[in-house]
């Protein structure tokens, strides 16, 4: 029933560690999105995908590499976790031509970096 | 300069009364979409609202209205007869045009909190 769901919707790991986050959506839409929402409420855009094709990557370390095996599926993957990645990260899907491009955002899940 | 600015930290509004959360948008591209999200202190984003930049009314969606002022690139959201559980943060944004790349994302606000007072 749920239409875009991550997992988890917790982490606590420690500084170092590597960890994914995984993404799905069943509303049969095309694009694909992560975004990090940082401690002051503030939300941007990390990485879309369109139809399994990266199309934004912005300005986003590489350390976080997203994976998209197919249209209903986005995750994203951060290796060597620094304090500063604690924040919520969404997940959001969007049909690029239909609904007015509307995104529908997962739960999101809270990265806390010890 | 910021693509979005909500100039309101924070607002309070009693019960049953309107109430307007502020926008403000700055775009050189002809095509363009706004839209308001509501995220309660649960954390999920919800979709509340959307108008794009050629539409001719104002976009409305129940108790939500959307006051749009495309030559003063303002973009409000009125709530009318607020609720209890229309408390929380509101974030306005924007979709700017449909080439390259900039379709593909939302520009958010730094967002309102609201908060209603019974």
């Not at chain 1, 990090?36 to 199309?55: A, G, R, V």
């Not at chain 2, 009364?17 to 999920?44: H, I, M, N, R």
Request: glycine fraction near 8%; charged fraction near 20%; aromatic fraction near 12%.
């Amino acid at each position: 029933d749920t239409a875009v769901s991550q997992t988890p919707k917790y982490l606590v790991t420690q500084m170092g560690n590597d960890k994914s986050i995984k993404c799905e959506q069943n509303l049969g839409h095309d694009t694909m999105y992560w975004y990090k929402q940082d401690s002051k409420k503030f939300l941007k855009i990390m990485f879309s995908y369109n139809n399994k094709e990266l199309i934004i990557n912005e300005t986003v370390p590489n350390r976080f590499s997203p994976k998209s095996p197919d249209k209903a599926h986005l995750n994203l993957h951060i290796n060597s976790l620094e304090l500063g990645d604690s924040a919520v990260y969404f997940c959001a899907s969007s049909h690029r031509l239909a609904g007015h491009g509307t995104q529908y955002f997962g739960p999101g899940t809270r990265l806390t970096v010890l | 300069a910021q693509k979005i600015t909500q100039t309101q930290p924070g607002m309070f509004v009693q019960e049953k009364e309107a109430v307007t959360l502020d926008c403000t948008y700055d775009t050189s591209d002809p095509s363009y979409g706004l839209f308001w999200y509501k995220q309660p202190s649960s954390g999920e984003m919800i979709f509340l609202i959307y108008q794009g930049s050629y539409d001719q009314q104002n976009a409305t969606e129940g108790r939500y209205s959307l006051n749009f002022q495309k030559a003063r690139k303002s973009a409000n959201l009125v709530i009318s007869a607020s609720q209890l559980g229309d408390s929380a943060m509101y974030f306005c944004a924007m979709r700017e045009g449909y080439s390259g790349g900039s379709n593909y994302k939302l520009t958010f606000g730094k967002g309102t909190l609201l908060t209603v007072n019974p």
